[in-house]
């Protein structure tokens, strides 16, 4: 069974950065797209970026688009959120989550929260303004 957990939550001030990762154990991270999603109290959780099993391939929100960027090691078996130019709306609880794409292309990725398989238990993000 594959395990995520999170980290790099924290209070920042508005325009700062922060990076978050998440390590990936029980499985190699290889085999799996990964995803970043947030959420808030009282709505859905939504999707933030996602990046294929080869790294080759990226897809952001158009809310975080230009200001976050996913990466990932599969070496080390962890994945990455830069967050920089921060606003107090990007303030949630920051998840991540890995789709095992089986049979699909290494450079598939997908921004349909219900196409994910595993997920971890959440960091909180919170950015004051």
């Known amino acids: 069974q594959v395990q995520l957990q999170e980290s790099g939550g924290d209070l920042v001030q508005a325009g700062g950065s922060l990076r978050l990762s998440c390590v990936v154990s029980?499985?190699?991270?290889?085999?799996?797209?990964m995803g970043w999603f947030r959420q808030v109290p009282g709505k859905e959780r939504e999707f933030v970026t996602a990046i294929s099993r080869s790294g080759a391939r990226t897809v952001y929100a158009d809310s975080v688009k230009g200001r976050f960027t996913i990466s990932r090691d599969n070496a080390k078996g962890l994945v990455y959120l830069e967050m920089n130019s921060l606003k107090p709306e990007d303030t949630a609880v920051y998840y991540c989550?890995?789709?095992?794409?089986?049979?699909?292309?290494?450079?598939?990725?997908?921004?349909?929260?219900?196409?994910?398989?595993?997920w971890g238990q959440g960091t909180q993000v919170t950015v004051s303004s």
């Open positions: 989550a890995a789709d095992t794409a089986f049979g699909r292309s290494t450079l598939y990725v997908t921004t349909e929260r219900s196409e994910y398989d595993f």
């Open positions: 029980g499985r190699a991270i290889y085999n799996y797209a």
